[in-house]
């Protein structure tokens, strides 16, 4: 009797993950009202009948977007998706940037060739914007190319607003701990000897993993957004986020050796 309850109990847990996983796959899709035809989670217009399925946000309202990407991503990544046009990009991708130019600098240890931390934080504030726009157009052209590889069809500018958005977590990082960083350590954030690590172990610690559970949420946000925009499985995205990504910032980090 015990082995017959529990294989009954399996049977009804399997069949119960069985429908709960085919009501999350059909929920990504939308009905037309018209002809009950399925069309994509996307899609304005009805495949079958061409009536009008959801409308299709004109402008991005930014403060709204962010904290919609914050609190619910895949909404608010959807909502960029839609939107007919993609502004605030260039914006978000110049904020990008002033992390990702500080960032640099500390991979490179700048701070041992420049004379005092203002011309640390002047060259960080300079040319991190355009850091940040070629980045992101990195990403956007490689993610390109990397979707259509893998028979993945996307559109250029729909990419280069999901990664802008994506990032909306590293710019909350560069504006919230890095300064904690700079007030912290100061130039030695940016050097090897002294390490800041030698100086203050705990905070450098500290702030450090804040760093990176930001890039890695930046990083979670772009497969949420991927995987919507092409309409692919979860691994598929993580896939293409992580190969344009590698590929991305090697080329950036050639370019940047280059020039240092």
């Not at 002809?35 to 061409?50: F, K, P, Q």
């Not at 600098?105 to 914007?129: I, V």
């Not at 979670?220 to 499985?233: A, C, F, H, K």
Request: charged share 15%.
């Amino acid at each position: 009797m015990r082995h017959r309850c529990f294989a009954t109990s399996r049977q009804d847990f399997v069949r119960f993950d069985f429908e709960r996983l085919r009501v999350e796959i059909r929920s990504t899709m939308i009905r037309c009202p018209n002809c009950n035809t399925e069309n994509s989670d996307l899609a304005v217009v009805c495949l079958s009948c061409h009536g009008f399925l959801q409308a299709r946000v004109q402008t991005l309202d930014l403060f709204s977007t962010i904290w919609q990407i914050i609190e619910f991503p895949r909404r608010g990544m959807r909502r960029v998706i839609l939107s007919v046009h993609k502004n605030y990009i260039v914006l978000l991708a110049s904020l990008y940037g002033i992390g990702l130019a500080f960032f640099l600098m500390w991979w490179y240890r700048l701070g041992e060739r420049l004379e005092n931390l203002q011309q640390l934080l002047f060259a960080g504030l300079l040319f991190g914007p355009p850091v940040g726009i070629l980045h992101v157009s990195f990403i956007g052209i490689i993610g390109l190319v990397v979707s259509r590889i893998l028979a993945v069809q996307v559109r250029l500018p729909d990419f280069l607003a999901v990664t802008a958005y994506a990032a909306v977590p590293v710019i909350l990082g560069a504006v919230f701990i890095l300064p904690v960083e700079i007030v912290t350590f100061g130039q030695f954030l940016f050097t090897q000897n002294p390490s800041p690590i030698v100086i203050k172990p705990v905070s450098y610690i500290i702030l450090m993993t804040l760093d990176a559970l930001t890039i890695l949420w930046s990083v979670i946000v772009l497969v949420i957004g991927v995987s919507i925009l092409g309409e692919v499985r979860v691994w598929k995205s993580i896939l293409i986020v992580g190969l344009t990504i590698a590929v991305s910032f090697l080329l950036l980090l050639f370019i940047v050796r280059g020039v240092v």
